[in-house]
């Protein structure tokens, strides 16, 4: 087999297509090359060498060495240079690159072949002592850090000490001597820590470097990204080996990163950061503040250094040329690094950049108008899930503020939350519950689970493109970042700013739109769901064949699953409205009640208020159906539990404490979900049943534009069950009928929970107008798993690829998912017009609703925020 693949210099062995053999970053510095781009000529051992390096421990095979030998000889034909010659040396990054882009999470080394000979030869050939030394204690520092793994601490701490001796301030103000003596101290401290010399042969870094990379695929952070990202472990990575170019060369080198469009807005504008006489890891690394690429940019900020227009017109042109090649190429928004060696531009990676969902939505809608992409290419291009972040509140406008700082609006959004200075203490935190703004100087990739178990990111160093900014873009959380005039003191747990402090646990609020930080929680406004939300959610509505109904309860979830565009309620919980405090005593007197007689006195009390909550749902839903489940839960659930509540509670439903009691222990329960509840409280108490349909009838007649009621009799298991609760039901909607001389349509059907359900919904189907399949208890009854029981195995059994996701989150689609297309099946062999929806959880997670789509069920229904969601994932799934 062949693992080493070359490009630039006229060659490229792949291209585009080939991220899964070469990584993302290798085989788009291949399709680059082959366009023409100007690329540093370099090879690419393919991510099969990664599973071979770890099953070998960590070694290489070695026809590998063969293969290495000859991608470095084509960097030295086209470069003219030799690695490793004292008198004008080649010398290279190593740079790791996976399918997926996993931004910072791994490792690179630059400036690799230098030693003490090389550096030499580099001074002469450049002409510049200083620039030579400085790539050398850079490739010492890198080296010692990610291949050697010793205290980079030790390095930064050195570099300081050095420059506080002279007075520098800047790493700029160190002078050719100066890095000369701390290249020296470097090497001490090598060899202190590591008990041997600096490696000075350069076949010895290379390969030192390339294990590094390999074994950086499983580093602890990369292992937590990959979770947090569903990147599989087997993927590997490639590992990119590519001629160095030098933005440190003076004042005509530069390095940066942009995007070929705002990616935290979306505007058609270039985008980016850059600074002149550094290399790469600079920018993002947050070390010297990034000068703006573009005029346009630096104005709107006010910022004084000159943009890159400004500062390297010519430069600056050719590179907004490459901006345009790549996005018509790639027909997509791009993000891009590059270097400027004395003048002449060099492009280092591209690929498709991560976005806000914000700027994902303008973008798609964007390119589709100006032609680029088709309009199905838009709904397939923005997540789903990303939508989430829009459809949250954002500050209101009108609230007042006290504004602490500002900083960058790095990632949209606005949260509140308590103060902390640690990722560990914000996962800490999370975890019980809190709200919390990781607050750090900046972040690293360290940090990654704080930020994730945070609302909100707040860092005082770093610009757009550090990486709290990117990071925090990607998981959609908000962020400001680069507050300058924070002081923050992780080890005191305080920060101070314009003679105020915060400390660990007070609350302050972030607005990653504005850059704004503010002490104290700020009152948050709905979203906006026109513009550019409203066109992309219109065209998905023209694709999609799925209905898309909402899991209501009251008017106030009905009103936002409707503005949502909701087409209806699929799950309507009537148990929720039991538990109201000026119900709940007539609900425990219904329950106390020695018969049916006293049962009865109870339930009149409880009719005129349910008929009330529906007749404020269906003006809601007008005209819309409506899926109303009658009462599901087990009945001891409306009981207290607490010894101080019984007292009160006997007083308010007029028996003896001693008799509350003794209900309560017979009503008690073993296993409650698989109890006393769902529809065998119907079978048992009939007149509950009765109360709940005659309520839902009597609010349905009293309307002029009542909704098409469909009532729903939950767990059932047998036809004979439902054969009794309809007969309940329809005999309530005969007598308002009677009553009223009004007569409404509707539906009687029923939720697929349970196994014995699915596999006899033929027979249930002669019965049952609807089925609507209840995953959630469908889940735990398939599998055998309480839902409330499993957080103790459930991320064991994930890890061990028992199940490639919580089945409570993502169907479990060969499973339960062979159970919903038995009983949808069977349901339609006898009853062909049977409607069939969902209405789990996971009515609203993309991937249940391309399984739903596939069995070509009627509706999904899921909570009223997942709504637009599920809207676009049904389109997405109808493509
Ligand atoms: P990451 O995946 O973390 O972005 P990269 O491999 O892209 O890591 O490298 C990090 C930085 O190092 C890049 O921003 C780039 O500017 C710089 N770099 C990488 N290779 C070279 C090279 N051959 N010449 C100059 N700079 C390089
Ligand atoms: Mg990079
Ligand atoms: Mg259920």
């Known amino acids: 087999t062949q693992y080493v693949y070359r490009f630039g210099g006229g060659v490229s062995d792949g291209g585009k297509g080939d991220k899964n053999l070469l990584g993302g970053k290798g085989a788009n510095l291949a399709e680059m090359a082959s366009i023409?781009?100007?690329?540093?000529?370099?090879?690419?051992?393919?991510?099969?060498?990664?599973?071979?390096?770890?099953?070998?421990?960590?070694?290489?095979?070695?026809?590998?060495?063969?293969?290495?030998?000859?991608?470095?000889?084509?960097?030295?034909?086209?470069?003219?240079?030799?690695?490793?010659?004292?008198?004008?040396?080649?010398?290279?990054?190593?740079?790791?690159?996976?399918?997926?882009?996993?931004?910072?999470?791994?490792d690179t080394v630059l400036n690799l072949g230098l030693n003490d000979q090389t550096v030499v030869g580099l001074a002469t050939t450049s002409g510049d002592e200083r620039f030579a030394w400085d790539s050398y204690r850079r490739f010492i520092q890198m080296y010692s850090d990610v291949v050697l793994e010793l205290d980079h601490g030790a390095f930064e701490e050195a570099l300081e000490i050095a420059k506080e001796d002279k007075g520098y301030f800047l790493d700029t103000d160190m002078t050719a001597t100066d890095w000369k003596a701390l290249v020296e101290k470097y090497k001490a401290l090598v060899v202190e820590q590591w008990d041997k010399p600096f490696p000075q042969d350069v076949h010895d870094q290379l390969w030192g470097a390339v294990g590094a990379v390999f074994g950086s695929w499983q580093s602890e952070r990369a292992k937590v990204y990959r979770r947090l990202n569903d990147i599989p472990s087997e993927w590997g990575t490639a590992v990119n080996v590519q001629a160095m170019v030098f933005g440190n060369m003076g004042d005509t080198s530069a390095t940066g990163v942009a995007f070929t469009r705002d990616p935290s807005k979306g505007d058609n504008a270039y985008y980016g950061e850059f600074l002149i006489n550094a290399q790469g890891e600079d920018v993002v690394?947050?070390?010297?503040?990034?000068?703006?690429?573009?005029?346009?940019?630096?104005?709107?900020?006010?910022?004084?250094?000159?943009?890159?227009?400004?500062?390297?017109?010519?430069?600056?042109?050719?590179?907004?040329?490459?901006?345009?090649?790549?996005?018509?190429?790639?027909?997509?928004?791009?993000?891009?690094?590059?270097?400027?060696?004395?003048?002449?531009?060099?492009?280092?990676?591209?690929?498709?950049?991560?976005?806000?969902?914000?700027?994902?939505?303008?973008?798609?809608?964007?390119?589709?108008?100006?032609?680029?992409?088709?309009?199905?290419?838009?709904?397939?291009?923005?997540?789903p899930q990303a939508l989430d972040q829009l459809l949250h509140p954002t500050l209101d406008p009108k609230a007042a503020r006290d504004v602490l700082t500002r900083g960058l609006?790095?990632?949209?959004?606005?949260?509140?939350?308590?103060?902390?200075?640690?990722?560990?203490?914000?996962?800490?935190?999370?975890?019980?519950?809190?709200?919390?703004?990781?607050?750090?100087?900046?972040?690293?990739?360290?940090?990654?689970?704080?930020?994730?178990?945070?609302?909100?990111?707040?860092?005082?160093?770093?610009?757009?493109?550090?990486?709290?900014?990117?990071?925090?873009?990607?998981?959609?959380?908000?962020?400001?970042?680069?507050?300058?005039?924070?002081?923050?003191?992780?080890?005191?747990?305080?920060?101070?700013?314009?003679?105020?402090?915060?400390?660990?646990?007070?609350?302050?609020t972030i607005d990653g739109a504005s850059g704004e930080v503010m002490i104290g929680e700020v009152p948050t406004v709905q979203p906006e769901l026109a513009g550019d939300f409203g066109t992309l959610m219109e065209w998905a509505d023209g694709v999609r064949r799925l209905k898309v109904r909402?899991?209501?309860?009251?008017?106030?979830?009905?009103?936002?699953?409707?503005?949502?565009?909701?087409?209806?309620?699929?799950?309507?919980?009537?148990?929720?409205?039991?538990?109201?405090?000026?119900?709940?005593?007539?609900v425990r007197q219904m329950i106390l009640a020695e018969d049916e007689k006293g049962r009865r006195a109870a339930l009149d009390k409880l009719l005129p208020e349910q008929r009330s909550d529906f007749v404020e749902i269906f003006e809601v839903m007008a005209?819309?159906?409506?899926?109303?489940?009658?009462?599901?839960?087990?009945?001891?659930?409306?009981?207290?539990?607490?010894?101080?509540?019984?007292?009160?509670?006997?007083?308010?439903?007029?028996?003896?404490?001693d008799y509350l009691k003794r209900r309560a222990a017979e009503l008690h329960e073993f296993n409650p979900m698989l109890g006393h509840r769902g529809c065998r409280l119907g079978v048992t108490y009939p007149e509950i049943y009765e109360m709940q349909a005659r309520a839902i009838f009597e609010a349905a007649v009293s309307l002029a534009d009542a909704p098409i009621p469909e009532v729903m009799i939950p767990l059932v298991a047998t036809k004979r069950e439902l054969d009794l609760m309809k007969a309940v039901v329809d005999k309530a909607a005969e007598a308002v009928f009677a009553e009223t001389g009004k007569r409404v349509?509707?539906?009687?059907?029923?939720m697929i929970e349970l196994p014995r359900a699915a596999l006899r919904a033929?027979?249930?189907?002669?019965?049952?107008?609807?089925?609507?399949?209840?995953?959630?208890?469908?889940?735990?009854?398939?599998?055998?798993?309480?839902?409330?029981?499993?957080?103790?195995?459930?991320?064991?059994?994930?890890?061990?690829?028992?199940?490639?996701?919580?089945?409570?989150v993502s169907l479990d689609v060969e499973g339960v998912g062979e159970l919903i297309e038995i009983a949808a099946e069977r349901g339609r062999k006898t009853r062909p017009d049977i409607k069939l929806g969902i209405c789990g959880e996971h009515g609203g997670d993309p991937a249940s609703i391309a399984f739903c789509e596939k069995v070509g069920l009627d509706y999904v229904s899921a909570s009223p925020y997942r709504v637009p969601i599920a809207r676009l994932a049904a389109a997405q799934a109808a493509l």
Not at 67 to 84: D, S, Y
Not at 745 to 750: K, Q
Not at 765 to 783: K, P, R, Y
């Open 550 to 586: 909402a899991n209501a309860e009251t008017p106030l979830d009905a009103k936002t699953a409707r503005e949502f565009g909701a087409e209806g309620i699929g799950l309507c919980r009537t148990e929720h409205m039991f538990f109201d405090a000026a119900r709940i005593t007539a």
């Open 409 to 508: 609006p790095a990632s949209p959004g606005a949260a509140s939350g308590k103060v902390v200075f640690d990722a560990d203490t914000a996962e800490k935190r999370a975890a019980a519950g809190d709200a919390v703004i990781l607050v750090r100087t900046e972040t690293s990739p360290e940090d990654i689970h704080g930020m994730h178990a945070a609302r909100g990111i707040l860092t005082a160093r770093g610009g757009m493109t550090s990486h709290a900014a990117v990071v925090a873009r990607g998981m959609g959380r908000p962020c400001v970042s680069g507050a300058g005039s924070l002081s923050i003191d992780a080890k005191a747990k305080v920060m101070r700013c314009a003679g105020r402090e915060v400390n660990e646990g007070d609350v302050i």
């Open 623 to 657: 005209g819309l159906p409506v899926t109303i489940r009658l009462l599901d839960p087990p009945l001891h659930e409306f009981l207290p539990h607490e010894e101080a509540e019984f007292a009160e509670v006997a007083a308010a439903a007029g028996v003896e404490v």
């Open 36 to 106: 023409g781009l100007p690329v540093p000529p370099g090879f690419t051992i393919g991510t099969p060498m990664c599973a071979v390096y770890y099953d070998e421990g960590g070694a290489f095979p070695d026809s590998l060495k063969a293969e290495v030998a000859n991608g470095i000889a084509h960097i030295e034909a086209v470069t003219g240079k030799r690695f490793g010659d004292a008198a004008d040396p080649l010398l290279v990054s190593v740079r790791s690159g996976a399918r997926a882009s996993m931004p910072g999470m791994m």
């Open 762 to 808: 033929g027979e249930i189907a002669e019965v049952g107008e609807f089925f609507s399949f209840g995953t959630n208890d469908l889940t735990q009854t398939a599998l055998g798993v309480s839902r409330d029981d499993a957080a103790r195995f459930l991320q064991t059994y994930v890890e061990q690829g028992i199940y490639a996701k919580d089945p409570f």
């Open 745 to 750: 349509d509707y539906l009687v059907g029923t």
């Open 285 to 383: 690394a947050g070390i010297r503040t990034p000068q703006y690429l573009t005029l346009a940019a630096r104005e709107a900020a006010n910022a004084k250094p000159l943009s890159m227009e400004e500062a390297l017109p010519e430069v600056y042109r050719e590179l907004a040329g490459v901006f345009d090649t790549l996005e018509k190429h790639y027909r997509d928004m791009q993000d891009i690094e590059f270097t400027v060696e004395r003048g002449k531009l060099w492009m280092l990676q591209t690929r498709s950049g991560k976005r806000t969902a914000k700027a994902a939505l303008k973008i798609a809608v964007d390119m589709a108008e100006e032609g680029l992409i088709t309009r199905e290419e838009a709904i397939a291009r923005v997540e």
